[in-house]
């Protein structure tokens, strides 16, 4: 973008219309399937806005460097606590300011450069930060991929065995990012713990399904460590968290974040990760099975109007994710351009059979359900979806048409559900608002 040096007023005009009509096209004119996304509710929103979002607490609840954390040492140790309750487990982080600081901290403190970890394969989802072209490799350490089951679309459990068996490694990771099947924790734990090693499950994508009970619980099948991002389905700010098993690792890990990691932790995530957390408490298992039931029915309903979608021998997905082939229909890169069109957000994928250079054209779709979900959108929904999507990629629709008949489909669900709304806070709505 060349940008023309004009006034600071003129300037600021138009940085504001440019975020003015990014929330009117995202919020109210467009269907959302990014699989990685998600909105808070309306008090969620309300309590970002905080003072807390001006300051520092470096160090942990009540050992700070800093002066002026009372407030926020309170708030940090009850969303540890309630963390805790939730997941059954005693040792929580609520620090990272992201997944992959996250993720960064754990690999920090059970690798040293020139190690190894071994990691789900990409074909199975695994993310670039468990590679050396990401988190990994800035940590001097290599991946070993695990061996791939084409037909669970999985790890293959028992070559994995022998891997973990025979390979040299610090580390197993597992967790993905095109992420229709849980990865088998509970069948590769104990050749792991006989190796003396640790298994961090990446939980960005599935924190929010683990949460509402329709997911795998790793740390009930033997992960040691669960790293997790708590802004894809679980729908609270962009922010990480990490959840141990272990004492002794969670004390290692709390001295790597900081000062490794980050210093500011970006406060303000706080009261709005425990008010979403309350929310979960609340209404997070109806929300999961929502998500998820909704998933299978947009997949059923794709596969209806004449789409490829992978996984149909597997009951196509278990997650809020939806994987589509669209080779057919010239691509990922040309059907997402077109999708986003006519105001359907979507995101290219590679698929398990792509080759990695074509990532830039590659042949799928990832498409997740837990947005529009928690708009209120249900089965009958899903079904109009897929067939907006048909009207454009296989029927060769003008996308303006297509687009009209979005915005008029997302005009009845503008409102979060399975949320707090601003008049849960009773008498101290107006104060919450105060920054506003
Ligand atoms: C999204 C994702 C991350 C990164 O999370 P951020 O919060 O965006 O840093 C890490 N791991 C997996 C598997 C992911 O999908």
Known sequence: MVIKLSSPENLLRNVLQLTNEANEWRRKKSINLIASENVMSPLAEAVYLSDFMSRYAEGKPKKRYYQGTKYIDELEIMLAELMGKILNIQYIETRPISGTIANASVFKELGEPGDRALVAPVQAGSHVSHTKFGTLGALGMTQVYLPYDEERMNVDVDKA???????????????????????????????????????????????????????????????????????????????????????GLYKQVSKTIFPYFLSNHHLHRIPATLVTTLEMMKYGEQYAKAVVENAKKFAEALAEEGFK???????????????????KQGGGAKCATLLESANIITNKNLLPYDPPENVQNPSGLRLGTQEMTRYGMGKQEMYEIAHLMRRLLIDNEDPEKVKKDVIELRSGFLEVKYGFTLEDAGDLKDKILILR
């Open 161 to 247: 065995i022998k891997m973990i068996k025979e390979e040299k490694f610090k580390f197993l990771v597992l967790g993905g990012s095109v992420y229709l099947f849980p990865h088998p924790v509970k069948e590769l734990a104990d050749a792991v713990k006989e190796r003396g090693a640790k298994i961090v499950y990446d939980a960005a994508h599935v924190f929010g399904l683990i949460v509402g009970g329709v997911w795998r619980n790793p740390l009930r099948e033997g992960a040691d460590v669960m790293t997790a991002s708590t802004h894809k389905t679980f729908p609270g700010p962009q922010g990480g968290l990490i959840a141990f098993s272990d004492e």
């Open 309 to 327: 979608v992978l996984g149909e021998n597997l009951g196509y997905t278990m997650s809020h994710q939806v994987v589509v082939d669209v080779a």
